[in-house]
């Protein structure tokens, strides 16, 4: 298994630019996870999807943050525009959501994608 | 507040002694919690996690242990080795509520030969 895939790893924009960083789970995994980790503070949980549906996004930033979730193996995070305050690594974690929900199950982490914006 | 604190902040040790981590919460209503290894530029992985009703529970030389009435946590690591040197995370998460997942800042683990 290839485990949680990310892409790009790294990216580096402008402020102002569009962002769209990517995703694909653990196959058979479906529920899935945006994370945000920074110095200042920390990991923070960003939006969940259950069976391809956003469950709780309270802990997206602001509106020009956006995700998505097409079909069970691909999901998107998107920053338009972006801005300097945006760089942070950015992971994503699957898992299976059982009866006790996807809170109790093993989260699975990608790499993550390092966002620079100058 | 839900709060998750761990200490120490950061901490190095000879490779082959123990060390124990300390986590601190005041997340209600409590429904389990877990502790991450993150090794430097990769994603956490998950060590132990502890629901209402265990008081402990290990994963080789990684023992977590939780006591539920104090909000208490600690993670002992017992006989380290070079390839302990990593953050680790507390996270607590609240009763069926994604929004309540509350992450640690972390304790930054050195091991040194």
């Known amino acids: 298994d290839a485990g949680v895939i990310q892409s790009p790893r790294h990216e580096v924009t402008e402020m102002g630019q569009e962002v769209t960083l990517r995703c694909k789970p653990i196959?058979?995994?479906?529920?899935l996870f945006w994370y945000r980790q920074t110095m200042m503070r920390g990991l923070e949980l960003l939006i969940y999807?259950?069976?391809?549906?956003?469950?709780?996004d309270s802990g997206m930033p602001e509106d020009r943050f956006s995700a998505k979730m097409p079909n069970a193996s691909f999901s998107t995070l998107k920053i338009q525009p972006s801005e300097p305050r945006d760089s942070a690594v950015y992971f994503c974690?699957?898992?299976?959501?059982?009866?006790?929900?996807?809170?109790?199950?093993?989260?699975?982490f990608g790499p993550g994608t390092r966002l620079t914006v100058l | 507040k839900n709060q998750v604190e761990q200490s120490p902040q950061s901490l190095i040790i000879l490779e082959g002694k123990n060390c124990t981590l300390q986590c601190n919460y005041t997340v209600s209503p409590f429904s389990n919690l877990r502790w991450y290894k993150q090794d430097t530029g990769r994603g956490p992985v998950s060590l132990t996690i502890?629901?209402?009703?265990?008081n402990t529970k290990s994963n080789g030389r990684y023992t977590a242990t939780l006591d539920a009435d104090t909000k208490q946590s600690s993670l002992h690591i017992t006989a380290s080795q070079l390839s302990d040197s990593a953050s680790y995370i507390c996270?607590?998460?609240?009763?069926?509520?994604?929004?309540?997942?509350?992450f640690g800042s972390g304790t930054r683990l050195s091991i040194r030969p």
């Open positions: 999807f259950n069976n391809n549906v956003p469950i709780d």
């Open positions: 996270v607590v998460s609240a009763h069926s509520s994604a929004s309540k997942i509350i």
């Open positions: 502890m629901t209402f009703s265990e």
């Open positions: 196959s058979g995994h479906n529920s």
């Open positions: 974690a699957s898992t299976i959501y059982g009866t006790s929900g996807s809170l109790y199950n093993e989260q699975f």
